[in-house]
């Protein structure tokens, strides 16, 4: 228990989570969806709990940082199919978007700065983030869209096809993806 309460200390020190051992890289942009690489292919959705007593995980988590600066410029040049780690506070949560493929919506302030980002995470292919509410800190991985609103990240999932490289939401310890 005192590990994990450490953690989660160094977790809220830090303000972000471990970002599934890939860290985005800030030097290079302009990745597109082609250059990525699948990173999980199973079929079914998971929601892994983070071991968050080991001290490694620990250290990794402490020494990874959210890279919010990448949303940000992604914005201002109005670029798409980016990918980007964030960490930031629910401002609100929408409702769920049940038409076609479907998908739990929530619109975060970014950390270290006043902008906000939708999050569209697909609960067909993940599971839905239970007890999500506005306050509520979480980190995402994702594809981000450039929208006059400040953009959507979505893909914050698995691809069951393999075509895609897969994304997560670490809210209260849990991994959805």
């Known amino acids: 228990m005192k590990k994990l309460l450490l953690a989660i200390g160094v977790i809220a020190l830090f303000?972000?989570?471990?970002q599934g051992g890939q860290t985005p890289n800030?030097?290079?942009?302009?990745?597109?969806?082609?250059?990525?690489q699948?990173?999980?292919?199973?079929?079914?959705?998971?929601?892994?709990?983070?071991?968050?007593?080991?001290?490694?995980?620990?250290?990794?988590?402490?020494?990874?940082?959210?890279?919010?600066?990448?949303?940000?410029?992604?914005?201002k040049n109005q670029q798409s199919n980016i990918q980007v780690g964030g960490c930031g506070t629910v401002v609100a949560t929408l409702a769920d978007d049940n038409e076609g493929s479907r998908h739990q919506k929530f619109i975060v302030r970014l950390d270290g700065y006043s902008d906000t980002v939708l999050i569209a995470h697909n609960i067909d292919l993940a599971p839905?983030?239970?007890?999500?509410?506005?306050?509520?800190n979480l980190s995402?991985?994702?594809?981000?869209?450039?929208t006059?609103?400040?953009g959507?990240?979505?893909?914050?999932?698995?691809?069951?096809a393999g075509r895609h490289q897969g994304g997560w939401?670490?809210?209260?310890?849990?991994?959805y993806e």
């Open 38 to 75: 699948p990173q999980n292919t199973q079929n079914k959705p998971k929601a892994s709990n983070e071991q968050a007593g080991d001290k490694d995980k620990a250290t990794q988590q402490a020494n990874v940082s959210c890279h919010n600066e990448l949303i940000i410029q992604s914005f």
């Open 15 to 18: 303000g972000c989570g471990e």
């Open 152 to 160: 959507v990240v979505h893909w914050t999932h698995h691809d069951p």
């Open 140 to 146: 995402f991985y994702g594809e981000y869209e450039y």
């Open 169 to 175: 939401i670490l809210f209260n310890g849990q991994k």
């Open 128 to 136: 839905y983030v239970k007890g999500l509410k506005k306050g509520d």
């Open 26 to 36: 800030p030097q290079n942009t302009t990745q597109t969806k082609q250059d990525q």
């Open 148 to 150: 006059d609103k400040g």
